[in-house]
């Protein structure tokens, strides 16, 4: 049970941060189908180990614990993938016009079509690069 409200909140989470940067609300799925994803694989691998070194299948406990660490590996994925999402498009600092396309990431130096004025990206910040605001 504790399991599901935290795959829940991680959802939420996931899925506002995507929004923040443009981005689709579904990019929280992500969160449990790598949890999922990687519970199992987790589970299984350290069922394949212990039956390799002789201990047996029968250490339900640690087969478990394998695929709860599993889990929280799929989270934290999940959760880097959608910390690393570029925005969507951004703002011009100097006539707030939206600035389509994806962009190249953090530290990447553009010129605004409309205006002319050149803006630099870093950090998830937009700002001129003649230090204006």
């Known amino acids: 049970m504790l399991e599901l409200v935290i795959l829940l909140s991680l959802y939420q989470t996931l899925s506002g941060q995507a929004e923040a940067k443009g981005r ?3 990019f929280g799925c992500l969160a449990p189908i790598l949890w ?3 519970e199992v694989l987790g589970a299984v691998a350290v069922t394949v180990a212990l039956v390799l070194t ?3 299948a029968e250490n339900h406990l640690v087969i478990y614990g394998g695929g709860i660490a599993g889990g929280v590996v799929g989270g934290i994925l999940a959760w880097i993938m959608v910390q ?5 498009a951004v703002t011009c600092p100097s006539c707030d016009a939206t600035i389509g396309g994806l962009l190249s990431g953090d530290g990447g130096a553009s010129r605004c079509e409309s205006c002319g004025a050149d ?3 870093r950090g998830g910040e937009v700002s001129r690069r003649d230090g204006g605001a």
Do not use: K, M, N, V
């Open 24 to 26: 689709s609300p579904y």
């Open 36 to 38: 999922l994803t990687c």
């Open 54 to 56: 002789g201990h047996g």
């Open 84 to 88: 690393r999402l570029p925005p969507a």
């Open 119 to 121: 803006f630099e990206t």
